[in-house]
């Protein structure tokens, strides 16, 4: 304090703790506020491509490995795929059956069922439609054989999303073995 010229120093002793209380936090608020801004991810629906890598936040397995896509562009000639190409489709490893009501904190999930082409689907799917609907559910059918059975289905629900997609990675991870199953962010009900 040697070196501060006396008539300085008492001009901002009087002012020292507005300093340090006051702008000091202010300063400090404002660099943090900053870094806290993170950028923002965007999600994508490109269709055609596995939806593992839109799972992996569901019961990730240790040292899971998911390499990251590569956009290709289509060549210009190539005709769109049309759903009835898609078909058939099944999953193995799900059948019809009762599905216990599980709790699950999958945060940010957005609601999805399962359902297949058969009569405890069809039933579901009737009984359901109104819930779904309020949900803005998306539908996959895990299991049909062509598109006059899809669009059976899609006649029950007709104001719902229904898209035919093996269920296999999402069984998996979620230990299911049966459907129509609902997933929500809240976990799973039948």
Do not use: C, K
């Not at 957005?110 to 609907?133: C, H, I, N, T």
Request: hydrophobic share 40%; net charge neutral.
């Amino acid at each position: 304090m040697q070196y501060i010229h006396p008539r300085i120093f008492r001009h901002f002793r009087g002012h020292y703790p507005v300093i340090r209380y006051t702008l000091v936090p202010v300063v400090l608020t404002g660099l943090l506020t900053a870094s806290a801004m993170a950028a923002l991810t965007v999600v994508a629906d490109l269709g055609g491509e596995s939806t593992v890598p839109l799972f992996d936040a569901v019961n990730n397995e240790i040292n899971e490995f998911t390499p990251p896509r590569t956009l290709t562009p289509s060549s210009p000639s190539a005709s769109p795929v049309t759903v009835d190409e898609m078909l058939p489709v099944s999953t193995p490893e799900m059948t019809p059956g009762r599905v216990e009501n599980r709790r699950s904190e999958l945060t940010g999930m957005a609601p999805v069922f399962l359902v297949g082409d058969d009569a405890l689907s069809r039933r579901w799917l009737e009984q359901r439609r109104g819930d779904l609907q309020q949900l803005h559910a998306t539908g996959l059918v895990v299991n049909v054989t062509d598109g006059t059975a899809l669009r059976g289905l899609q006649t029950l629900a007709p104001r719902l999303t229904l898209l035919p997609a093996s269920a296999s990675d999402i069984a998996r991870r979620l230990g299911l073995a049966h459907y129509p199953v609902l997933i929500t962010a809240d976990g799973l009900s039948q």
